[in-house]
Structure formats: C-alpha cells, structure tokens
C-alpha cells in the first residue's frame, strides 16, 4: 500500500494541497460540508447530517460528482464513542478500514485513531479541533496535514469557525483527513474538548 493511503488515491497530491472547509449551515449543529480547493473548484462534499437525517450517526464523505468515498459511523452500543470508517458506502458484514476512539486519560481528553491494514505507519493529532487548530503529525513528527483558521486575504481578517483551511502535504490522503475532521466535528458537536494530542495508531486488523 502506497504510504499515505488510506481511502482513496486520488486524493494524494504531488505537492503541497490548501482545501477550504465549509460547513454549510448555520442552524444545526454538524449540518454538512462543502470543500474546495485554490482555485474554487468543490472537491468534497457532506450533505446534512443534522437531525432531521435517517440515521445523524452515520456521515458519508462524496466526491464533487456524489460519489461516496467514505462513510464514518458511530458505533452503537459503546461505552468510548467509537466511530468507524468504511470505504464507499457501509453494508452490513462489511469491515471498517480505521476506527476512532475517544479515551479520558487524568488531566487530558485523547482520541485514538486505528488504521487497519497498514503496518508500520502511525500518526498524532496534536492541538484543538474546537479551536481550528491541529496538526496530523506521522511517526517522526513530521507535519503531514493541518486544520486552521481561515484568513481572508483581501482583509486580513481572521474569518469565523464555519471556513476553515485543510492543509494537506504531498503524499498525505486528503480523503481520509477529511474522514478524521468529519469525526473531530461530531465529538466537538458532542461538547467534547479534544484540546489534548490525538493519538493514530495504525494496527493489523485481527
């Protein structure tokens, strides 16, 4: 597996990738997304997964053309607000490529992300979704994509937490790190504080 991937291809870039996030309403909480690039192409999108969907635990990722790349789903009974990630759409039997598990730890709140499958890669979040400020770090600390804040370059003013950057480096899944900031809003959604380091441990699937 090439290093980096871990949903879809052809969301790894050969050079360095600023995406603009977009959440797309102001009324509910985690009401859906739209993503796009430089040059204000759409790239991503998320439709309403407010309360009014069939099933708000469950969040499919699209391509601009609709097609589904990734679906995250809470998994239900659990006592760790477990999400877990499906390539395409989810169908029963069907195996989850990651999970994420958000664990207390005295002093600090942490999540921990398996990625199933890839051996030998693991990676950190450090810093504070709530605030649009991380890093996904790989195993040597190395910075492989960022969450900010987005800064109006006309202006020069800081813009509000619904338009925030995806920064993604060469090489890194821009899929799967939209996938991790779909699950980061849902526990942020949850009035959780992940202001701690966010902890990628890449696993074997047993």
Same mark, same amino acid.
């Given at each position: 597996m090439k290093a980096g991937l871990v949903v879809d291809g052809g969301f790894i870039y050969d050079e360095e990738k600023n995406l603009t996030v977009l959440k797309t309403s102001l009324f509910f909480a985690n009401d859906g997304f739209t993503v796009y690039d430089c040059k204000g192409e759409l790239v991503f999108r998320v439709d309403s997964y407010g309360p009014d969907t069939r099933d708000k635990d469950e969040v499919v990722l699209m391509d601009a053309n609709g097609r589904c790349l990734l679906? !995250?789903? *809470? *998994?239900r009974p659990s006592l760790h607000h477990?999400? $877990?990630?499906y390539t395409g759409e989810r169908t029963e039997g069907k *195996?989850?490529?990651?999970? !994420?598990r958000r664990s207390s730890i005295i002093g600090r709140c942490s999540v921990t992300v $398996? !990625?199933?499958g890839t051996p030998g890669e693991e990676y950190s979040i450090e810093g504070s979704y709530a605030n649009r400020s991380c890093m996904i770090l790989n195993a040597e600390k190395e910075s492989v994509a960022e969450i900010r804040r987005k800064v109006d370059a006309s202006t020069n003013v800081v813009l509000g937490k619904d338009v925030f950057s995806l920064c993604l480096k060469p090489g890194f899944d821009g899929a799967f790190a939209m996938g991790l900031v779909l699950i980061l809003d849902q526990i942020n959604g949850d009035n959780f504080s992940e202001d701690g380091p966010v902890a990628v441990h890449p696993t074997t699937e047993d």
């Open positions: 679906t !995250v789903r *809470k *998994k477990r999400w $877990e990630g *195996k989850p490529i990651f999970s !994420v $398996e !990625v199933y």
